[in-house]
T-cell receptor, first 111, second 114 residues
């Protein structure tokens, strides 16, 4: 079945620094979504990417969908303490109608 | 109203108990979902209702029984659970139930099975 993997599992970042988290699928995806879950909270939708090579920005967050639609990345610039949480990617394969979540990247920010 | 509500927030039950989790949304969404999330793991899809019909059942044990009385309400009936069923149960809703919909999650019910 479809597998979605995220690396790294954990990301310790100094406040003000940049970092990138990666999402890789075993199959071609028709779309990919990113969610953020704060500690003790619930997943909150951030963005959806649909087109090959698509890049979208939300303030300090940049999301990219790979040309082959098998990977995606989330880049955060000038990390702030409000960026703490777990970032999940979730993708839909060619078959079926459900999202498969990656394992998540847990982000910890050092002030 | 862009909120999904879930009750109760916390639930402790014995293995012989019967309990229900409730979820409600008033965004006019026609799809509702149940997810199970263990600590430090991603949400794991259990059931999807689309237009009040069960469209996806991810081979969930029969001790979990979903019910969708109408498009705004979703219940999860629990019976004879095991301690390994202890987890955060998340409800979500989306516009129509396609995998391109943005999903709106509720705050979850933290379930402990003794």
């Amino acid at each position: 079945g479809q597998q979605v993997m995220q690396i790294p599992q954990y990301q310790h970042v100094q406040e003000g620094e940049d970092f990138t988290t990666y999402c890789n699928s075993s199959t071609t995806l028709s779309n990919i979504q990113w969610y953020k879950q704060r500690p003790g909270g619930h997943p909150v939708f951030l963005i959806q990417l649909v087109k090959s090579g698509e890049v979208k920005k939300q303030k300090r967050l940049t999301f990219q969908f790979g040309e082959a639609k098998k990977n995606s990345s989330l880049h955060i610039t000038a990390t702030q303490t409000t960026d703490v949480g777990t970032y999940f990617c979730a993708g839909k394969g060619a078959a079926g109608n459900k999202l498969t979540f990656g394992g998540g990247t847990r982000v910890l920010v050092k002030p | 109203d862009t909120e999904v509500t879930q009750t109760p927030k916390h639930l402790v039950m014995g293995m012989t108990n019967k309990k229900s989790l409730k979820c409600e949304q008033h965004m006019g969404h026609r799809a509702m979902y149940w997810y199970k999330q263990k600590a430090k793991k991603p949400p794991e899809l259990m059931f999807v209702y689309s237009y009040e019909k069960l469209s996806i059942n991810e081979s969930v044990p029969s001790r979990f029984s979903p019910e969708c009385p109408n498009s705004s309400l979703l219940n999860l009936h629990l019976h004879a659970l095991q301690p390994e069923d202890s987890a955060l149960y998340l409800c979500a809703s989306s516009l129509t139930g396609t995998a391109r919909d943005e999903q709106f999650f509720g705050p979850g019910t933290r379930l402990t099975v003794l």
